[in-house]
């Protein structure tokens, strides 16, 4: 018996770096509620929920991290003494909305996520996002990646996020935009990188829309159609839209 479990140990020993060495750990996305606390939101917008991996500093110990509130499926808005289940409506993969009912959100438990409320005042409609070019980017390796590349001709407001739709008008995939910036990754995969389950990927040739979606779940109007190019250092010429 003895011998057995020494053999078996010495196995999991050889195994174990190589298993290491070429995988990644799973990480697993959960729902984050990304519009700020306490916001007015507008009658057409919502609360803006995300799915992302948890914060690494929640994970280390000895730090005081808000408690897990659980799957959006047991989120309630509530309102005076009623808890209501929300209505969530579906962005994009990984991407959703909740309409405004009540004061506040909870999770399971009761787990504060959020407290808002409701601005009866009609806001100024957002525009259609201007870009110059859509760039698929590749690299090889053991780990090969590729990543989507929105190029805007006007800087980003902020609390922006940016998605793709196809041909179809049915949303591909996202990114978030940095305050003031001319570029959006809206499609990462490949090393460790988690996507949201549904997340579509948009090839070289194939012709796509671009929406943004702000911080109070507003979206706007669709772009003209952008045909997916390739970046320069990936074919080795200029990319530019045809």
Request: hydrophobic residues 40%.
């Amino acid at each position: 018996m003895l011998r057995t479990v020494t053999v078996i140990a010495a196995l999991l020993l050889v195994a174990a770096p190589a298993a290491h060495a070429g995988q990644c750990a799973p990480r697993l996305l959960t729902p984050a509620v990304v519009t700020p606390d306490g916001a007015a939101l507008p009658a057409d917008g919502g609360l803006l929920v995300v799915d992302q991996e948890p914060a690494q500093a929640s994970l280390a110990p000895g730090v005081g991290a808000r408690p897990f509130p659980g799957p959006i499926g047991d989120w309630r808005l509530v309102a005076g003494k009623q808890r209501i289940a929300p209505t969530v409506k579906t962005v994009a993969p990984g991407l959703r909305v909740i309409a405004p009912a009540g004061t506040r959100l909870v999770g399971a438990r009761k787990v504060p996520i959020a407290t808002f409320s409701v601005d009866k005042a009609p806001r100024p409609a957002l525009a259609a996002p201007v870009a110059t070019g859509v760039i698929e980017r590749t690299s090889g390796g053991r780990r090969s990646y590729t990543t989507l590349r929105a190029e805007l001709k006007a800087p980003a407001a902020p609390g922006r996020y940016l998605v793709v739709l196809g041909q179809d008008g049915a949303p591909r995939s996202w990114g978030q935009a940095a305050p003031g910036g001319r570029e959006v990754i809206v499609y990462a995969s490949g090393g460790c990188t988690t996507v949201p389950d549904g997340t579509i990927a948009s090839r070289r040739g194939e012709q796509v829309r671009l929406v943004w979606v702000d911080a109070d779940g507003r979206t706007s109007p669709p772009s003209a159609p952008l045909t997916v190019m390739s970046d320069p250092s990936t074919l080795g010429g200029p990319a530019s839209q045809d």
